[in-house]
């Protein structure tokens, strides 16, 4: 990183709370940095036949208005100045790998799902982690947890 350019954030968002998390956490950091964060907002066509048709313009500016509304509702007005949204097509894993080409660190929310959750396959955030081109921060939902396990609403 030269002097000109500010330490790159990339923060995948999906809307869920975790991933409201790991935005949270990254104006953290880039306060801490003096950073700059893009937040990454993925779609990708759904294998539905009856799925109602939409152009891909048309999903990319519904996609847009969502990531803005999370990231409003998500983070202070005063750090907003510092992030940056990115609406990418495709696999969420591989856009945001793509994504952070060029980012000194990449992080993205992991949903808690209990005991079971490092043996399925498909996660989105150990896909990151294990193909990342920078470091990666993966922050879990912060909601409590349940007795049983399942977190509370």
């Known amino acids: 990183m030269n002097e000109q350019q500010r330490y790159a954030i990339i923060v995948g968002i999906d809307g869920s709370p975790s991933s409201q998390d790991a935005l949270r956490w990254a104006v953290g950091q880039a306060r801490r940095t003096d950073g700059e964060i893009t937040a990454v907002m993925v779609w990708d066509t759904p294998a539905l036949y009856d799925w109602p048709l939409q152009t891909a313009e048309q999903l990319d500016r519904v996609t847009d208005e969502t990531l803005r509304k999370v990231v409003r509702e998500s983070v202070d007005e005063d750090d907003l ?31 808690g799902q209990g005991g079971f959750s490092p043996a399925l396959l498909g996660s989105i955030s150990q896909y990151c982690v294990s193909h990342a081109p920078c470091p990666v921060v993966v922050v879990r939902d912060q909601r409590p947890r349940s007795r049983d396990g399942s977190q509370g609403g």
């Open 81 to 111: 100045a510092r992030i940056h949204t990115q609406v990418a097509r495709g696999h969420p894993a591989k856009a945001l790998l793509r994504a952070a080409e060029s980012a000194d660190l990449l992080v993205v929310g992991r949903r």
